[in-house]
Structures are given as C-alpha cells and as structure tokens.
C-alpha cells in the first residue's frame, strides 16, 4: 500500500473527533479498533465516502457494501 495513501486514510479517520486526541496530536488507535469491530457508522460513512478507501475496504455484495475489518486492521496496525 503506497504511503500517500495511508496518509490520506489519517486524515480520514481524523475527521471522526471521536478519534483524535489534540493533546496528544494522535488518533486513539484502540477506541477506532472498537469502532471498527462494532461497524460504527461513522466510521463507515467516512471511509465509504472516499472513493480509494470504499475500493480498498469494502466488498460489494448486490447492493450491500461490507466492510473487511482485518484489512484495515491490518494496515492501521502498519501506519503505527
């Protein structure tokens, strides 16, 4: 996976405020773990509204996007 592109996903997932500690200047990698596990629709609106990340993580199956949580595990697990 090309680095530019798991830069664009921090600043995704940074638009989730649940996410970002300002303090810190880092996301809370554990709660969007949890977020990811419970399909939070946040999180999904925001990564199906990006065209390189719906294509990336997502399976359409008919008319249904889902999700492939350990592939984005994966590479969360990668960019820290």
Known sequence: MPNNFKEKLYKLLKKDSRLWD???RELNETL?????DKLD??????LLGDKE????FFIKV???Y????NE?????M???
């Open 22 to 24: 300002e303090e810190k």
């Open 32 to 36: 969007l773990k949890d977020l990811i």
């Open 41 to 46: 629709n946040k999180i999904l609106e925001i």
């Open 53 to 56: 990340a719906k294509d990336t």
């Open 62 to 64: 008919k008319d249904v």
């Open 66 to 69: 889902v999700l492939k949580q």
């Open 72 to 76: 984005l595990k994966f590479l969360l």
């Open 78 to 80: 990668k960019i820290s």
